[in-house]
C-alpha cells in the first residue's frame, strides 16, 4: 500500500472511529436502553442515594437530606463510561497485538516505524477522543479543568501520531495507562448505586491506586523515560527527523508528555490520600480522642 493510499485509509478510519462513539454514546442516552441502565442503577439491591456532598452534577434533587443525580446527568455518566470502556478495551488489544508484533520494526525504530495493528490504534483512538474532547468540552463545568486538559493532550498525542505517522510505538505502550481506567469506572457506579460505604468499594479503590500507579505513575515513567531518549537526537539533527515532524511539533510532544505525567502525578497524591484517610484516618482520630 502507497503512503497515500495508507493516508486516506488512516482518515476513513478515524472517520469511521469518531461515528461509532457517537453512535454508541446516543444509543445509551437515549431510548429503551437508557431507561434500562437508568432502572438497573436506581433499583440495585442495598442501593441508597448518594451520600457525597457538595455533588458537581448540575440535574440533582435531595430526599431525606441526601443528594441524588437526575436521570438526564445519570444518564450522561453511564454513557461517556461505557463509550470510554469500549474505546479502552479494542485500544489495549490493538496496542497489545501492535507491541507483540516481532515482524515489524516498531521497537528497533520506536519513532517512525509502523505496523497493522499500530495504525488502527491510533485511528481508533484519536477518533475516540475527538469525540471525548468535544464531549467533555460541553460538559466541562461537570469534568472539570484536569478531564479537559487530559482529553486536549491526547487529542494533540495521537491526532499528531495520525499526521505524521510517527509515535506508533508510543502510542501503544501509552494506551496501557487506560488499564487503571476500569477501576475509575466501577467506582462511580458503586458510588451511584449507593455502595460506596462497603468493603466492594474499599476494594476497588484499593485496586484503582495500585493499577493507576502501576501503569500510570511507574509505566508511563518508564516510557516516558524512554521517549525522552529516543526523541533528544532528534532536537538537534534536522536530518534525524527524517522530514517527517517539525521541531515545533516534538517540542509540543514532549509538552504534552510532561501535562500528562503532572496529572497522572497530581490524581496519584490525592488517591493516595483518599485510601490513607479511608483506612487509617478514622482510626487515628478515634486514637486522638
Not at 234 to 258: C, D, Q
Request: net charge positive; charged share 15%; aromatic share 14%.
Amino acid at each position: 500500500m502507497t503512503a497515500q493510499a495508507t493516508n486516506h485509509q488512516q482518515a476513513a478510519n478515524t472517520i469511521a472511529s469518531f461515528v461509532t462513539f457517537v453512535a454508541l454514546y446516543l444509543v445509551c442516552r437515549r431510548g429503551p436502553f437508557a431507561n434500562a441502565l437508568i432502572k438497573f442503577v436506581r433499583t440495585s439491591p442495598r442501593a441508597s442515594p448518594s451520600s457525597s456532598k457538595g455533588s458537581k452534577w448540575k440535574d440533582t434533587t435531595v430526599e431525606g437530606g441526601r443528594e441524588i443525580v437526575g436521570d438526564a446527568e445519570l444518564k450522561y455518566g453511564i454513557a461517556s463510561r461505557i463509550v470510554a470502556e469500549v474505546h479502552n478495551w479494542v485500544g489495549l488489544f490493538l496496542g497489545i497485538s501492535a507491541l507483540r508484533d516481532t515482524s515489524s520494526p516498531l521497537w528497533s525504530d520506536p519513532l517512525f516505524a509502523q505496523n497493522s495493528a499500530s495504525r488502527l490504534l491510533i485511528a481508533w483512538t484519536t477518533g475516540f477522543f475527538v469525540f471525548d474532547t468535544l464531549l467533555v468540552g460541553y460538559h466541562s463545568k461537570t469534568e472539570g479543568v484536569g478531564f479537559l486538559a487530559h482529553a486536549i493532550g491526547c487529542l494533540f498525542v495521537y491526532g499528531n501520531a495520525l499526521v505524521t505517522g510517527t509515535h506508533h510505538l508510543f502510542g501503544a505502550l501509552f494506551i496501557t495507562w487506560e488499564l487503571s481506567t476500569f477501576f475509575l469506572h466501577v467506582r462511580w457506579l458503586l458510588k451511584e448505586m449507593g455502595h460506596d460505604s462497603g468493603k466492594a468499594y474499599a476494594l476497588n479503590g484499593v485496586l484503582l491506586f495500585v493499577a493507576f500507579v502501576v501503569v500510570r505513575n511507574v509505566g508511563g515513567t518508564y516510557a516516558s523515560a524512554m521517549y525522552w531518549r529516543e526523541t533528544a537526537p532528534l532536537v538537534a539533527n534536522v536530518e534525524a527527523r527524517r522530514g517527517a515532524i517539525s521541531l515545533p511539533t516534538l517540542w509540543a510532544f514532549r509538552a504534552a508528555n510532561v501535562l500528562l505525567n503532572t496529572l497522572n502525578a497530581v490524581w496519584a497524591y490525592k488517591m493516595a490520600r483518599g485510601v490513607y484517610s479511608r483506612f487509617f484516618g478514622k482510626s487515628r482520630r478515634k486514637e486522638k480522642l
